[in-house]
């Protein structure tokens, strides 16, 4: 089966384009954005998804303001053929330069929720650390992911308000990653297995002139199933941008202390410290200013998680206050917060995600939901 890209040299396989170079139902190929105030008073996230042994593209977009409740839109198609095609109903997301720019469209549905967003990197593409996890005999996760920081341009509208988004008073992440990851609900799960542990935190952040990014998957007595950490220049605009960064440092080393809101799962506080190559430690302090549920694009989502059949075009949408969910439910666990930060000397802002999944013998969580009490 062709597409348009098979006229070009870029196959890795013996296959056409279309046809994914693993059997496994579990590949996927996905791009992901967020974008914040600077002051903190709203986020955005956007999602989009193929899974090409599914037949499936899903998306999403969910918006909140600080105070305010969370708003989200969720779509779901059969997949095109053509990969370049990524609208899904309303919804689609244009590649205007590669690895540049962005554009992210939606348009009037029954969710109330529009926009039309630019997205304009000012940093080059910044690979991550290849990321292979293993539970037992199955292989949960091998994914090669890159992102890039920048800023948007554009406006966000839906029933509690409008946001003119302006580039000079926002940020912005992009994240792009394919490969293998469980999702959804297996079509042949096969035997049970015995139910396992997984911690996370995800940090990209912006300084005046540089970005720092810092990533740990662990297991449940701490042990390191992935973690990186690097810096990279910051530039003051998308033409300064090179097509490969000579700039950027790896850490030798990336630890965290996290402070939960008592009884939860949710950081109240963070102390992140980057070790360099020659042994130096960064300590980077966190401080949450706004809460967004990554449930709002479909991640444990109890009724638009990601990669589920849910027809040849649906579209749905849910809205909820942040602040008033209950955070022993798994549903709920998963989240991103805006937060300042500094090292003492500087400044800075960005995101912190989180989720804990089981036990964790650090921060003493024995069982699979519930919180530290303090």
Known sequence: MLNKFDDYPIHQTAEALAMPGTSDPNFYDRTWFNGYAKDGSWYFGIGMAVYPHLGILDCAFSVVEKGGRQHCFFGSCRAPLERSDTRCGPFRIEVVEPM???????????????????FS???????????????????????????????????????????????????????????????????NAGAPQPPSSFFFIWAPLFWDDHISHALSFEGAQGQALAREALTAPLYKTTAEVPDQEPGIKHMANVAHRLQYQPGTRRIERAEVDLTDLQGRVRTIAFEPILRFHMKGLGYFHPTWCQGVWQGELE??????????LDLSDGHN??????????????????????????????????????????
């Open 100 to 118: 540049r720019i962005n554009r992210v469209v939606l348009e009037d549905n029954q969710t109330g929720i529009t926009c039309d967003l630019t």
């Open 121 to 187: 990197t000012l940093t080059a593409g910044i690979e991550e650390a290849r990321q292979t996890i293993w539970s037992g005999t199955r292989r949960v996760m091998d994914a090669t992911r890159f992102d890039q920081f920048g800023h948007w341009a554009g406006e966000v509208r839906y029933p509690d308000g409008n946001i003119r988004v302006e580039p000079t008073l926002c940020h912005g992440t992009k994240d792009r990653s394919w490969g293998v990851r469980n999702f959804g609900k297996s079509a």
């Open 333 to 374: 666990l998963h989240m991103q917060q805006v937060v300042r930060v500094s090292d003492g000397t500087r400044k800075g802002m960005g995101v912190l995600e989180h989720l804990c999944i089981g036990p964790y013998a650090p921060y003493g969580f024995t069982d699979f939901f519930s919180g530290v009490s303090l």
């Open 315 to 324: 579209i749905g949408g849910e809205v909820f206050d942040p602040l008033k």
